[in-house]
């Protein structure tokens, strides 16, 4: 009776650990945006270096963080990126040195993510949002390309940058 209670008492134990140690975000859902991760080198459309972003994984692989310097080094950004499974979207919040903020929100559709701000005023009365695409190419690289939507109809390309793996030296 004895060793038939030790075994009853090891299992127990042994289902409350793997419960305790089971991964909340790590889902297909949560790993829809890791085509990003990685260490690049951003080119303009003109093939001249925009900047460098590092984008790594950090709580348990809940949030994906990236850390953007542009070429010259004066303009920087950070953005949380996440899947927020109460709405079951993909949300990322952009802040930067220049006061700048942004707060998207959408889904991966196929080999794109795509997230748009919600709809604002600008100060000359116009409805603006912006959107920003990033697509994962065949051959390892991302584009990403931001577009601010003026009136739901006049567009305008804020970046249009190739993200190359940086290589090592």
Known sequence: MRSFTFILFLIFSLTISAQNNTCKCCT???????????EWEVFNKNETIAGY?????????????????SAKGNYTGTSNNFYNVKTKQWEQIWIDNQG??????????????????????????????????????????????WEIITDGKDIAVAFDGLYKKKTSN
């Open 28 to 38: 297909e859902n949560n790993d829809a945006f890791d085509f990003w991760l990685g």
């Open 53 to 69: 972003s590092n984008i790594t994984q950090i709580q348990n692989n809940c949030v994906i963080l990236e850390n953007w310097k």
């Open 100 to 145: 700048g903020v942004l707060h998207l929100k959408g889904n991966r559709v196929e080999n794109q993510m795509i997230l748009s701000t919600e709809e604002e005023t600008n100060e000359k009365g116009q409805r603006v949002k912006n959107r920003v695409t990033w697509t994962k190419n065949e051959d390892g690289t991302v584009r990403q390309y």
